[in-house]
T-cell receptor, first 113, second 112 residues
Framework: ETGVTQSPTHLIKTRGQQVTLRCSSQ?????VSWYQQALGQGPQFIFQ???????GRGNFPPRFSGLQFPNYSSELNVNALELDDSALYLC????????????FGPGTRLLVL | GQQVMQIPQYQHVQEGEDFTTYCNSS?????IQWYKQRPGGHPVFLIQ?????EVKKQKRLTFQFGEAKKNSSLHITATQTTDVGTYFC????????????FGQGTILTVHP
């Protein structure tokens, strides 16, 4: 196991609602990246947080936002949920922002009805 | 990271047969990583290749990075049912931060 934890494991929401997903990084890792994995696809980069600041962002709209806390844990917030937001949301931590080896958590499976 | 294309999309093999998945890019890659995702699981890091022509082995798994650093392969010798899952290649590059760009993955099923 990587030591990266995520909560909740599963979640069901309805269209238009808001959701918050949580991630605790591996001990000593100060960087957290979030990915969205739709069914049958590879993970897509959402954004990365390093030292409590957004350090890079993929092609996702502003209704996807995040936070990183002083203990390096992180939250992913999604507003105005759409049906296409149904996916596995993965958090990955790394020792530093530029390190290429990332350690993935078990993910949160979100279903939007 | 730079875009990577992965083939085949699916591979069905009998236990004991070999398996290979390929990853290709139109541009030179700074590195390539391989991940395995079991059904219902999350991606697990297998290996990273960074040098031109690099070959690395992990038991029955052999990873290669092409001489031009535009392609890579993962070969499994004598597959076992425990090899079932989706194998992804990914590139971390093109940005100042460690964004991973994943291929579409190859789904491997192994029939006992």
């Amino acid at each position: 196991e990587t030591g990266v934890t995520q909560s909740p494991t599963h979640l069901i929401k309805t269209r238009g609602q808001q959701v918050t997903l949580r991630c605790s990084s591996q001990s000593g890792h100060n960087t957290v990246s979030w990915y969205q994995q739709a069914l049958g696809q590879g993970p897509q980069f959402i954004f990365q947080y390093y030292r409590e600041e957004e350090n890079g962002r993929g092609n996702f709209p502003p209704r996807f936002s995040g936070l990183q806390f002083p203990n390096y844990s992180s939250e992913l917030n999604v507003n105005a949920l759409e049906l296409d937001d149904s996916a596995l949301y993965l958090c990955a931590s790394s020792l530093k922002a530029t390190q290429e080896t990332q350690y993935f958590g078990p993910g949160t499976r979100l279903l939007v009805l | 990271g730079q875009q990577v294309m992965q083939i085949p999309q699916y591979q069905h093999v009998q236990e004991g047969e070999d398996f290979t998945t390929y990853c290709n890019s139109s541009t030179t890659l700074s590195n390539i990583q391989w991940y395995k995702q079991r059904p219902g699981g999350h991606p697990v890091f297998l290996i990273q290749l960074v040098k031109s022509g690099e070959v690395k082995k992990q038991k029955r798994l052999t990873f290669q990075f092409g001489e031009a650093k535009k392609n890579s392969s993962l070969h499994i010798t004598a597959t076992q049912t425990t090899d079932v899952g989706t194998y992804f290649c990914a590139n971390a590059g093109g940005t100042s931060y460690g964004k991973l760009t994943f291929g579409q993955g190859t789904i491997l099923t192994v029939h006992p």
